[in-house]
């Protein structure tokens, strides 16, 4: 009776619920665990009145190993799907290696005091999980996840040579309000306000936050400015497409939203430096979190879709090629499917094929991988039926 252990029960957290109670055949049983119990018992009671199914539900502090290591055996899973935050990452490994359970996840880990995400601390793990016989997945998610596939699939079936690989992110979406995230907001915010960075002839060239960009006529959405930023799955992809000559991430974002970070980060409120505040220390962008909406909070109303795709540049049979791999993903019929945004949905569908992948074994190889270094076939396969159709556009 294959298991599975879903760590967090935010936006993400909510839709991989759904989605794995969608799909019996795979998902035999469900335990939904998070640090605020009530917010799993909420999404619980929102499964079975859509799916029908009923999942059992844990509390648990992710960034205590030992705590989770009781969990894990109480519910005995086959496998962890990890959607809390990437400062969980680590710890979670580490309950998975004392337990022997099978990991995945959709963001790489960062420390707490300093805002860089980097894959060195999670590659550390290859070698005790390969002794202890177990896999762990990274960055299952849409980017990084299956824009990694959507490489892997470049340069596996569409190329003999790639050059280069623009990953471009749109929202172009509407959620109504003047300012919030559509995930985490201070992991998001830790992101886009560090300087950018991409690789280019064997080295990493860095640029200052938001000081380059381009237009791009994005499928389903438009033309639409993006900037570049620093993104984990160059690290990775970097290592694992030969020949590759240069790489960059671009993220769209509107004006208001632009005007509305540059303020705050102005007075201070980005920073992740803690400050006394009336004889207590409180670090400014947890403050700014609180006052910000829940990104699950976001979805009622919603309107308008993501575009996300991989622009790739090379040579098929002697000849120059160009295509943009993509998916477009609608809102408003994420929330109808599953009662969330688009940027959850497109994030927890990917986690949930990750895990199929996983546990029918069609990936299944002891050790810690990235998605572009696993057969991209099986995967593309289930990601439309899942709900993320996915396009080939010659350019
Ligand atoms: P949310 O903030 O909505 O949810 C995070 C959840 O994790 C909350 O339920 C939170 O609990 C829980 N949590 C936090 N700390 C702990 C802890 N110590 N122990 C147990 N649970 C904990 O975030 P999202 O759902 O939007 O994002 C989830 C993950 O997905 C993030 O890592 C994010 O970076 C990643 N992501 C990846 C993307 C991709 O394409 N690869 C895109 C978008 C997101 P509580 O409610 O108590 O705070």
Redesign the pocket.
């Known amino acids: 009776m294959p298991k599975v252990l879903i760590?967090?029960?935010?936006?993400?957290?909510g839709v991989v619920a759904h989605k794995c109670a969608q799909n019996p055949e795979v998902f035999e049983q469900i335990v939904l665990a998070?640090?605020?119990k009530a917010?799993c018992d909420a999404i619980a009671d929102q499964v079975k009145q859509i799916q029908g199914r009923e999942i059992q539900t844990a509390r648990?502090?992710?960034?205590d190993v030992a705590e989770t290591v009781e969990l894990i055996e109480q519910v005995q899973p086959d496998l962890l799907i990890n959607?809390?935050?990437?400062y969980?990452d680590l710890p979670l490994m580490d309950a998975c290696l004392q337990t022997k359970v099978d990991y995945l996840d959709?963001?790489n880990y960062e420390p707490k005091d300093t805002a860089k995400f980097e894959y060195q601390w999670q590659w550390a793990y290859r070698e005790r999980f390969r002794e202890a016989g177990i896999m762990a997945l990274l960055?299952s998610?849409?980017?990084?996840?299956v824009t990694n596939v959507f490489c892997a699939h470049a340069r596996d079936e569409l190329f003999d040579e790639i050059d280069t690989i623009d990953i471009l992110d749109c929202n172009g979406g509407d959620h109504g309000h003047a300012f919030a995230t559509n995930?985490?907001p201070e992991?998001n915010i830790r992101e886009i306000t560090q300087n950018g960075r991409y690789w280019e002839a064997g080295e990493w060239v860095e640029i200052e936050p938001m000081s380059q960009s381009l237009v791009f006529d994005f499928p389903g959405v438009g033309e639409r400015k993006a900037f570049l930023l620093y993104h984990e799955e160059l690290e990775s992809l970097v290592e694992n497409v030969p020949g590759l000559r240069r790489i960059r991430f671009w993220m769209t974002f509107g004006e208001e939203y632009l005007t509305h970070l540059r303020v705050l980060g102005n007075v201070g409120l980005t920073s992740i430096e803690p400050v006394e505040f009336q004889g207590q220390k409180i670090v400014p962008l947890q403050f700014l979190k609180a006052l910000l909406p829940?990104?699950?909070s976001l979805a009622e109303g919603y309107t308008g879709k993501t575009s996300i795709g991989c622009l790739i540049e090379g040579r098929k049979d002697g000849k120059a090629r160009k295509v943009f791999i993509y998916n477009v993903c609608d809102h408003a019929e994420t929330y109808r499917e599953v009662r969330a945004q688009a940027?959850?949905y497109?994030?927890g569908v990917p986690a949930t094929v990750g895990a199929e992948m996983m546990l029918t074994r069609k990936w299944h190889e002891p050790g810690v991988w990235n998605m572009e270094q696993l057969p991209s076939a099986p995967f593309l396969a289930r990601l439309g039926e899942r709900g993320l159709p996915w396009h080939v556009q010659e350019m």
């Open positions: 760590i967090g029960a935010g936006g993400v957290g998070s640090r605020t917010k648990v502090d992710a960034d959607v809390a935050l990437p969980q959709t963001a960055g998610g849409f980017d990084p996840g995930f985490n992991i829940d990104p699950a940027v959850s497109t994030t």
